[in-house]
């Protein structure tokens, strides 16, 4: 689960990079066109989180929830 989170979470990190160097060189040539080359850096925001959200559910997904805790919970 480890490596999963850290190689989606390092290409959003590559993605966001890429593309401010991307925005900054955009800045420089064409500055009219900056807000729409902000989109590929929502779109590796999205990805960051959309690995998270996949190791969470992976990490979750073998663990069968215990049934005496929920008949603890209930009695208290």
Same mark, same amino acid.
């Not at 190689?7 to 900054?24: E, F, H, N, P, R």
């Not at 955009?26 to 996949?54: N, R, T």
């Given at each position: 689960?480890?490596?999963i989170?850290f190689?989606? +979470? %390092?290409g ?6 890429k593309s401010?160097? #991307? @925005?900054?060189?955009?800045?420089v /040539?064409?500055? +009219? %066109? ?9 779109m590796? #925001? @999205?990805?960051?989180?959309y690995g /998270?959200i ?8 073998g ?5 005496q ?5 209930l /009695?208290?």
């Amino acid at each position: 689960m480890l490596f999963i989170t850290f190689s989606l +979470d %390092l290409g959003a990190a590559y993605g966001t990079a890429k593309s401010g160097v #991307g @925005i900054c060189s955009m800045g420089v /040539l064409k500055p +009219d %066109l900056i807000f729409k080359s902000i989109v590929p850096i929502i779109m590796a #925001g @999205i990805l960051g989180i959309y690995g /998270l959200i996949v190791a969470v559910i992976l990490n979750n997904k073998g663990k069968e929830p215990s049934r005496q805790r929920f008949t603890s919970e209930l /009695l208290h």
